[in-house]
């Protein structure tokens, strides 16, 4: 059964500084990999999808990295601002179910001004 | 363009009665999922829609949980005789399906508080 674990639970750390947030996924056979941002009241919004096939994705101050085989994959964010607060959630799309999504409990992010 | 919208945002609700959440996916969409999520914790997969059929239901967590989808549009979370341990926030999400790993859209989300 495919698991899914985030470390930190949470993070914080003050403005400016560059951060790597920790998912790893317990079976290699996936489709892909996303991160998520999940504000309060608002939804989830997804940040990056990694397909099975990629090592990484890029968007603006955030690249993540997928490594597949030691079930492993960082997000990286660059130059962090308090608007980057929030928690970042990983889910992983499983080669034996073509829809559901398996998701870890999430990192919250706190950046200090 | 509208994005997935989810009704209401908020409710609170004491325990044994019945709550209806409701869900707006984008329009065009063809898949349509129920999460739930509890404090501190990650998402969990109710149900998944294809069009108005629901061919897994397996996460739904007990038969007090029921969901309905009128054709490619609206649907509705029916949770009955409503207990502590169904508070939690319920997110719906929508796709569209053109095979595995495609994005899926969250709604905002309905906080449930049952009392």
């Known amino acids: 059964k495919q698991e899914v674990t985030q470390i930190p639970a949470a993070l914080s750390v003050p403005e400016g500084e560059n951060l790597v947030l920790n998912c790893s996924f317990t079976d290699s056979a996936i489709y892909n990999l996303q991160w998520f941002r999940q504000d309060p009241g608002k939804g989830l919004t997804s940040l990056l999808l990694?397909?099975?096939s990629q090592r990484e994705q890029t968007s603006g101050r955030l690249n993540a990295s997928l490594d597949k085989s030691s079930g492993r994959s960082t997000l990286y964010i660059a130059a962090s601002q308090p608007g980057d607060s929030a928690t970042y959630l990983c889910a992983v799309s499983p080669m034996d179910s073509n829809y559901q999504l398996i998701w870890g409990a999430g990192t919250k992010l706190i950046i200090k001004p | 363009g509208a994005g997935v919208s989810q009704s209401p945002s908020n409710k609170v609700t004491e325990k044994g009665k019945d709550v209806e959440l409701r869900c707006d996916p984008i329009?065009?969409?063809?898949?349509l999922y129920w999460y739930r999520q509890r404090l501190g914790q990650g998402l969990e997969f109710l149900i998944y829609f294809q069009g108005n059929s629901a061919p897994d239901k397996s996460g739904l967590p007990s038969d007090r949980f029921s969901a309905e989808r009128t054709g490619e549009s609206v649907s509705t979370l029916t949770i009955q005789r409503t207990q502590q341990e169904d508070s939690a926030v319920y997110l719906c999400?929508?796709?569209?399906?053109?095979?595995?790993?495609?994005?899926?859209?969250f709604g905002p989300g309905t906080r449930l508080t049952v009392t």
């Open positions: 999400a929508s796709s569209s399906y053109r095979g595995p790993g495609y994005e899926q859209y």
């Open positions: 329009s065009g969409h063809t898949a």
């Open positions: 990694i397909q099975s």
